[in-house]
């Protein structure tokens, strides 16, 4: 009667265990997802920003040869 309690006890805390367990790496693997979504939009967002500042670059270089062109 006792090994059938005892194991009972045991099987209970092991399913404890694996449900923490399971737990926790959905939590890591939520984390690294997050983290990885957040460098990638980094990554997109400077991109981005360096493209619109070399528009803005290449608009004023423009301007300029055009003003040059006028006075010519």
Request: charged content about 20%; overall charge negative.
């Amino acid at each position: 009667d006792f090994a059938l309690n005892h194991f009972i006890d045991l099987s209970f805390y092991q399913s404890i265990l694996e449900t923490k367990a399971s737990e926790h790496s959905a939590r890591m693997i939520a984390m690294q997802n997050a983290s990885k979504n957040a460098l990638d939009l980094v990554s997109d967002l400077t991109l981005e920003y360096n493209q619109k500042r070399q528009e803005s670059i290449t608009n004023e270089l423009l301007e300029i040869v055009s003003a040059q062109a006028a006075l010519e």
